[in-house]
């Protein structure tokens, strides 16, 4: 008899995943340093928090299971609802993040995605040539839609 694979408990899941994001921020933390020479305490302090919500998001993602959501909204939404003004924590959060350059933190995840995009080519393949039109789509319209919620935010606080 073939003896099935075992599958990976929810526990096993969720420490896989830390595992990568331990190394990602390895990344983001080296890259700090060595490109903008970042306070190491203040960057300590960045990453814990942002580690933190991080780990939320993870733990999120294996165990609820209705909505179905990807990782990154899931933590999407845990940064969103734990930097709402109204969040005991949300001062907290927002001002130690600081440390963080947040244009450096995208390398290493864009690195990463690519890598991921890349192993799954031949899925694209079957695609066909009408996902780049529903790409073009669908970036023109998160561009567009953020600008038209920027300028009407701008608008009412008085800044345009």
């Known amino acids: 008899t073939v003896q099935a694979e075992k599958q ?52 999120l993602k294996n165990i609820v299971k209705k909505p179905n959501l990807p990782g990154f909204a899931w933590a999407t939404l845990v940064s969103f609802v734990l930097t709402l003004p109204v969040s005991p924590v949300g001062d907290f959060i927002v001002s130690t993040l600081k440390a963080y350059s947040f244009g450096l933190v995208g390398l290493p995840l864009l690195a990463f995605a690519g890598i991921a995009v890349g192993e799954q080519l031949e899925v694209f393949k079957k695609l066909s040539w009408k996902i780049v039109i529903i790409s073009f789509v669908v970036m023109a319209s998160t561009y567009f839609g953020s600008a038209a919620i920027s300028n009407i935010v701008l608008a009412l606080n008085g800044m345009i």
């Open 8 to 59: 990976p408990t929810t526990l096993e899941n969720i420490l896989e995943q830390i595992k990568i994001v331990i190394v990602i921020y390895g990344i983001i933390a080296i890259i700090h340093v060595v490109s903008v020479r970042s306070n190491l305490v203040e960057l300590g302090k960045a990453t814990l928090v942002s580690f933190a919500m991080v780990i939320v998001s993870i733990v």
